[in-house]
T-cell receptor, first 112, second 117 residues
């Protein structure tokens, strides 16, 4: 079982729709969760971090965390063609020398 | 101003050669990382340094040797390059390594695309 699992996609959504990206993780002591966006040929950039169960909203982005189910998701409202990218889920434990473990990413395509 | 920079951006070399990639950050961060991203986009940590001290050393062949002359620089030297070393190598930095309780945000450099022929 992979430590962080994501559906590779591509996930295709029409412009203006809600894109839902999902991620599951295997390490129950994970406490920090991140969503990175990576455009083709570019470096990953952080778009959301979440540490507590529930929802966290930032503009058009909402991260959802359910530690009991070991599940984290990212919702993108009013999807735009500029949102087309690969979204990487990442998790880490707290304390000590932390290692961030990345999923293989979900490729999102927003169709104009 | 570039926060995390890497040189070179592209590196094409023959099998068996030795090459180095350099990374510099001007964010004043204490922690730096090397990641390898393969053709399937899997991003995997290789090494991490905090204030010039090695703190994470994943299962990486001995041919890979990181070096941090100061906390703003982290270089990666690769000996006897192999075909399987072809990948994009990303340098990243963060303020700390999570002692505050939450993992610090990592800022990535633009990457170095290494092609071994």
């Amino acid at each position: 079982q992979k430590e962080v699992e994501q559906n590779s996609g591509p996930l295709s959504v029409p412009e203006g729709a809600i894109a839902s990206l999902n991620c599951t993780y295997s390490d129950r002591v994970s406490q920090s969760f991140f969503w990175y966006r990576q455009y083709s040929g570019k470096s990953p950039e952080l778009i959301m971090s979440i540490y507590s169960n529930g929802d966290k909203e930032d503009g058009r982005f909402t991260a959802q965390l359910n530690k009991a189910s070991q599940y984290v998701s990212l919702l993108i409202r009013d999807s735009q063609p500029s949102d087309s990218a690969t979204y990487l889920c990442a998790v880490a434990r707290t304390g000590g020398y932390q290692k961030v473990t990345f999923g293989t990413g979900t490729k999102l395509q927003v169709i104009p | 101003d570039t926060a995390v920079s890497q040189t070179p951006k592209y590196l094409v070399t023959q099998m068996g050669n030795d090459k180095s990639i350099k990374c510099e950050q001007n964010l004043g961060h204490d922690t730096m990382y090397w990641y390898k991203q393969d053709s399937k986009k899997f991003l995997k940590i290789m090494f991490s340094y905090n204030n010039k001290e090695l703190i994470i050393n994943e299962t990486v062949p001995n041919r890979f040797s990181p070096k941090s002359p100061d906390k703003a620089h982290l270089n990666l030297h690769i000996n006897s390059l192999e075909l399987g070393d072809s990948a994009v190598y990303f340098c990243a930095s963060s303020q700390g390594y999570g002692t505050s309780g939450n993992t610090d945000t990592q800022y990535f450099g633009p990457g170095t695309r290494l092609t071994v022929l």
